[in-house]
């Protein structure tokens, strides 16, 4: 028996991944691979839940997000990347624990109400949506995490995941099914380039891990700075300025960045001049990143045989855990 | 391609069936499995959308109805037999159609409404019990059943499994799903023997069909008569009086039946006599109904062995549909 530390973490795939994305969870993933069991899975499953309208795009997007992760270095001989909609167990397990929910219980979780607010359903709240922490339940369980990255406002879904555990382990006399701890990253979440709160691919204000040179040089010409520093002689803020949230992020010379900000601060030092900064600072990044993508993105058949394998490999995992839950459960025939 | 209709039903194993069971749905399917495409579920998982604290209730169940099929000619050479939770494209296919029914839809649901009352939930609703609409459809869809022999309480379900079907076809351009029809039984719900409107395991008035002949004469003693008809020589009503309804139903003799009605409204005919004379005619149906299922229950392996292969085939009907469902939705990798 290993007693690694074993992660199921992942990502919908509505969109490509962006720096923000990077920064919240795959560099800790690159790390993390190196000393857990870690599953990355693929949510298209869970997307639909909110584009079940447009399935063309999730399905796309499977492959985007697969490209990101291999570029930033998620590693599939350390890391098993799978496919959501290809594990029968999930949606299996899902089927069991849902009659370990109340209703009113999946109704008063504080992170399904504030998205439905978000996303504002035209025809009413989809039942899939409202139902999606158990099945976020069953992907936990499935793999047996006991580690799971999340933001701060999805704790509520780890908290619904260990209710769900704890009632089934009780009623079924079993202890199969594991708890799992939050692993809440220390950076915070990163701002738009509009300098608004999240960056996202829906308010249009994210740098993408495959943005080109060209194009991560336009955004940040369009970053948001101090609206008060109009001359360059001007003293500027660097409280909300977007520029400088960035530079203390991604910048990898610490002391060049804190003598940029007194210089900014006294005046004399201009926006163009700083963004350009910038511009290399995240080049020194995103440059490889892009370069490893597009010989990912060149190989698609590859890019799919490496998901197909992980998803193999997740498969077996699930299958093992939904026998041991049937088992308990006497559904065995 | 064959033009054969194709019929989705089956029972929850919450405990043995009935002879209700039989009048109004069992006998049907030994006649339609000639002319249809026949597939009967065991509905394992929907039962435990009610009896989740029971699992092996429903485990044991299984074996118990399989027995009961085998025993009043449901032909596994005609009709495909098999077990809910064993065909994980039901799970996968409830997942997709939840994002396709609003949370306001399912809650209006007669028939869940109305149920949702008669069990009184101690807890609250749980998820799985108002979701299984849903998951009937799936279901329903997954043999492409055009047939689905329901009772009229029942008609709800069939109403949103189509709507669930046309917003499938609609929302990606297919015509994958098929539309099913209700089949009402002529024959109405059997009274239970204490004359209630219902015979059902759970008000305990049942008669099984694994009953023995002393069970039997047993629970027709204490059937429910005219209880204005104290003396022999009384005239006796017919209405209302279960003795007769059920001699309507199962008396093999029509003009006896007549006879016997006419002679108990005029008086001189007691209730000992009639209720021997049903107990008679009720034994021409369970009688070999009774010495075939003996035979199944010892040879426990030989009907497992049965349901297996009814599974098998069920499992590759199934996940072509689901096959075709995810072709619809752009999700095959």
């Known amino acids: 028996m290993s007693t690694r530390d074993i992660i199921l973490t992942g990502d919908r ?57 291999l570029a930033v270095g998620i590693d ?20 069991y624990y849902m009659n370990l929910v109340t209703v009113a219980r999946v109704q008063r979780n504080p992170t399904v109400k504030t998205e439905i607010k978000q996303k504002a359903f035209g025809e009413g709240i989809p039942v899939g949506f409202m139902v999606y922490p158990i099945s976020q339940a069953a992907d936990i369980t499935a793999f ?12 509520p879904m780890i908290e619904q995941t260990n209710e769900i555990v704890r009632t089934f382990n009780r009623l079924y006399q079993t202890d199969t099914l594991v708890e799992a701890k939050a692993l809440v990253p220390k950076c915070a979440r990163l ?46 803020k660097i409280e909300g300025n977007t520029v400088f949230e960035y530079l203390d992020v991604f910048g990898v010379d610490v002391q060049k960045v804190t003598e940029l900000k007194e210089q900014y601060q ?47 490999l997740a498969n077996q995992v699930a299958q093992q855990t939904l026998y041991d839950v049937k088992k308990a459960m006497h559904l065995l025939y």
């Not at 943005?211 to 940040?220: G, M």
Request: with cysteine; proline share 5%.
């Open 13 to 69: 795939p509505t969109g490509p991944l962006h720096i923000g994305h990077y920064v919240g969870s795959l560099a800790n993933r690159v790390v993390l691979q190196n000393t857990c069991t870690q599953f990355v899975m693929i949510a298209d499953v869970q997307a639909l839940t909110d584009n079940y309208e447009h399935p063309e795009k999730v399905h796309d997007n499977v492959f985007e997000v697969a490209c990101d992760y």
């Open 76 to 95: 599939p001989t350390k890391t098993t990347i799978f496919i959501q909609s290809m594990i029968p167990a999930l949606a299996e397990l899902t089927m």
């Open 144 to 155: 047996k995490a006991n580690l799971v990255p999340v933001g701060e406002d999805q704790l």
């Open 191 to 236: 701002s738009g380039i509009d300098g608004q709160a999240k960056m996202s691919k829906s308010l249009g204000n994210a740098i993408y891990l495959k943005d080109s040179v060209d194009e991560l040089a336009k955004k940040i010409q369009k970053m948001y700075t101090d609206p008060g520093h109009l001359k360059v002689q001007d003293p500027g």
């Open 266 to 312: 006294r005046g004399g030092l201009g926006d163009m001049v700083v963004k350009k900064y910038l511009l290399e600072q995240l080049e020194i990044l995103i440059a490889p990143m892009r370069a490893r993508r597009q010989e990912y993105a060149k190989d698609r058949a590859q890019v799919m045989k490496m998901l197909h394998e992980g998803t193999t």
